[in-house]
């Protein structure tokens, strides 16, 4: 009965949450057109620029979908992680290092001559290992010498973004041969055995293989963190990491595998991003979507469904925002300014439940 | 003293000849599903010591957080000084006249006493030469001896606890709350706080002070109301003659009908009974734990327990007397295998467990209740069920899944075991009462597979009657079945009373054995000093 009661009590709490996070999101989209519209732009103009790069085409939906992709794997890891209190924040640097091992493999490691499917799922699992050893080199500096996560993962991150920059600018690592002063500083083209199938095989609407494999893996971090002895223990030793030491937990391995399984979702995005979209490597080959990311999982509060959501509004604003600029010359930055408020909004939101919820 | 059948009509009858300083009317909370006070009136008079009484969770912290605005109430007037009462918060309490020191104490450590106290109340420059004299004036006035400039971090609990008080003082209130101060005390320490209350009184400030140690209201409470179940069930002007009324109203049972050594604690006569008791129940031969030399240093190298030396046989239970800070909580976290030894050994049943993880000290048959509970004993994020098998979910793991059908059911016959007074497994473990809280934390590590050594450090702290009665209760039990107990405890009418031997700590060394007797009092107080005979 007060088992009911409780569970009725959650629900509603949820759907409260749900709608005060659709407010924030409208109300930051209201102050991001009042500003379209004091910089001279007909709100028509922008809106339907907006709507075209979002959602105007079989093309349009795929791509905001694909940048989901990457957004909530990123995302996925950052909760994976906070659920034992660790804060990643080195989306960035695990999405560059799971380009540059993409990359490698597809081009260099022979992925490309082996047989079936394995083309294109070898380059994927060595950007997620490379990932999840950029995620696992925090946890190993935390658990040995208790450096703070937040600060390893960050600056572990811009360390990946300039080894990117350094492979694409020596031959000797990955940039394509100097045939002509031309050449671009990037690698080659990945063959396309090893570029994930599109899951229509129409050209048009560039959804690939990333989308199901990202939702099996969703649910299965998912259910790890709801339904498993071992997501109970993430929790122990997030809350209490003394109290979970003294009742047998090892709080070591936990913190190393489960910042190992954040990088290595991370690395996975940069994978789809690689084999799925760009197909080469470029110096600004994530330009931001590991920080994005970060805001995605920050934004679901601990929950899987709650990341997949952010994680498509982040893609479609995206989207929509670039096309803005293009088509309606608004800065896609206001886009930037929407998350901001967003993130505001709903931190604010949030500090005023938890107010509310203890009594004051 | 009256039992009160109706809460309003037990407040009708206290009206005292003078207007009293503070009066409640039918105050009433809830939070969520729990009624925690219910239609309580009490009135408070100027210079009045007034003691609120009730086991864990009977709503005296609940009502003082209404009084000091922390909470707002659900229903009831209060009249402060005459006129309608009604915190918007603490902020606000203080300003109208009242203050309130916690259980848990809001002091920097890093910063010196002048600078904490000066921390809520300075614009602009700081008069730290001013607010040290002020603190010396205090300091004289109400017998509170503190160091102006000494840094928080230094100072004992006692100490820290002055400087709350004085934090409170400065303010000059008309009404002082003190919600549960001796429990975190030592002995002598409670002494001089029960001065600095009377002091605090006899200058007219109306004192309220929760308790659940009928020593301390014999001494020095003018009235008592007592708390049950979020209501008043009695209320007494004469409360010294009076007691056992007050004990029975508290927990509706007789204190001769009492554990002999809960009652010893409570300041209520003990009976030599369970000494004989003793001499028949165990002794059954076998070491349950045997320490060798074992040495903690800190990282300045001073011996924090020096060259321990014991041996606990099954079924027996051996108490550590000492001040605390000598020794006992590394003791306690070296054998939990918290901490690792500098040097010596120790072996659980003959089985070396020095320098093994308390995983491994778990799976040798070791149960632990720590000292603290919340840091170390429990996550009060989780739910009681996840509490109760903490160190042993992979119990409850069916095809990889975590099977909470099956974890509630066990949690539910261990908390009927146990009881473990909750609405159900699932409520959060915060949520409980302490003396709840410490059930379940006991309940969990009596229930260690292959249980040797119950190693229960202060297991009674913050307790009420009826709780440390359950506990102590299942210690012999557990001793019984051939369990060896050992017994951290700075309350040395504890030790008495349930140990057999006792083992007195000093500057982390041992200063001598003792049979636990009544008759050996004097010996161990004079040895917990570092008086060798």
Redesign the interface.
Known sequence: MTTMALNLWQQMRMQTAIWISLAAVLFAVLVGLALVASMGVPLSDAIVAFADGAWGSPYAIAASINRALALGLVGIGFVLANRANLTNVGGEGQIALGGIAATAMSLYGGASHLPGPLPFIVPMIAAALAGGVWGGIAGVLKAKVGTNEVISTLLMSFIAIWLVYWCVQSEVLLRQPMNNTATLPESLEIPDVTKLPLLTGDPGMPLHWGLPIALVLAVIVAIVLDKTVFGLRLRAVGLNPTAARRAGIAIVPSILLVLFLAGALGGLAGSFMLQGEQYSLKARFSSGYGFDGLVVGLLARGSVPGVIASALLFGFLRSGGINMELAAGVPSAIVMVIQGIIILTLAGAAFWMERKKSGK | MQLAEHPLEAGAAAVMEPPPLLSLRGMGKR???LQALDGVSVEIASGEIHCLLGENGAGKSTLCNLVFG???PDAGVMQFGGREYRPS?PADALTQGIAMVHQHFSLVPDLSVVDNLLLGQARGILKRGECAQRVRTLSENYGLALDPFARIRDLSVGERQRVEIVKCLMREPRLLVLDEPTAVLLPIEIEGLLQVCQRVAAQGCGVVLVTHKLAEIKKIAHRVTVLRGGRVVATSNDPANEIDLLVRAMIQRDLEGLDASASAMFGAPATDAPEQDREIGHRIEDEALQVNGLTVRDAEGVARLDNFTLIVNRGEIVGIAGVEGNGQSELAAVL?G?LPATDGRFFVAGKNMTGK???EV??AGVG?V?EDRH????????SLA?NLF??R??R??RW???DRKALRESARALMQEFDVRA??P?LSFGSLSGGNQQKAVLGRELTTEGLVLLLAAQPTRGLDVGAVEAVYGQIRKACERGVGVLLISSELDELISVADRIVVLYRGRIMGHCVAHASERERIGAMMAGHVE
């Open positions: 939070f969520g599903s922390v909470y707002q918060g939990a918290m993880s308390p995983q778990t799976a632990v720590p840091a170390v004993a429990c996550i009060t994020g989780m996840e903490l160190n979910l992979d409850f793991k990889g899944l975590l609405a159900g699932d």
